[in-house]
C-alpha cells in the first residue's frame, strides 16, 4: 500500500507562489508514475500535471503552463508542485496522485493511490 501525504498549500494574494510536496511511503518510488490533480469546490478533478518516471518528461495542462513546474526527488520520494502567478481561478484542494501503470495520465482513474490533499486559496 502506498501512502501520499501532501504540504504546502494556504493562503495568499494573486500573483504569488506556493510549493507543494507530496511524500510517498513506497519502495520503488522512482518507478512511479506521478501526477498532480485539482478539485474546485462543486467540480470534478482536474488534470494539472504528471511526471513519467522512465523518460523523465513532464506534462501540463494548458491552464497552468508555463505559470505551475513539477518535479521529483527520488531519493527522497517526494513529488514537488511550483506554483507561481497564482489566479483566483487556481483555487483548490490539489492532490497527488500514484501509478504504476505504464505511462502517466491525465485521467484521475488510471491513478491507483491518492493523498489526502492541500488547500490553495487564491484571493484576487
Known amino acids: 500500500q502506498v501512502q501520499l501525504v501532501e504540504s504546502g498549500g494556504g493562503l495568499v494574494h494573486a500573483g504569488n507562489s506556493l510549493r507543494l510536496s507530496c511524500t510517498a511511503s513506497?519502495?520503488?518510488?522512482?518507478?512511479?508514475?506521478m501526477a498532480w490533480f485539482r478539485q474546485a469546490a462543486g467540480r470534478q478533478y482536474d488534470f494539472v500535471a504528471h511526471?513519467?518516471?522512465?523518460?523523465?518528461?513532464?506534462r501540463y495542462a494548458d491552464s497552468v503552463k508555463g505559470r505551475f513546474t513539477m518535479s521529483r526527488d527520488d531519493a527522497k520520494n517526494t513529488v514537488y508542485l511550483q506554483m507561481n502567478s497564482l489566479k483566483p481561478e487556481d483555487t483548490a484542494q490539489y492532490y497527488c496522485?500514484?501509478?504504476?501503470?505504464?505511462?502517466?495520465?491525465?485521467?484521475?482513474?488510471?491513478?491507483?493511490?491518492w493523498g489526502q490533499g492541500t488547500l490553495v486559496s487564491v484571493s484576487s
Open positions: 511526471d513519467n518516471w522512465l523518460y523523465r518528461s513532464t
Open positions: 513506497a519502495r520503488s518510488f522512482g518507478t512511479y508514475n
Open positions: 496522485a500514484a501509478t504504476k501503470g505504464e505511462r502517466p495520465t491525465a485521467l484521475p482513474d488510471d491513478y491507483e493511490y
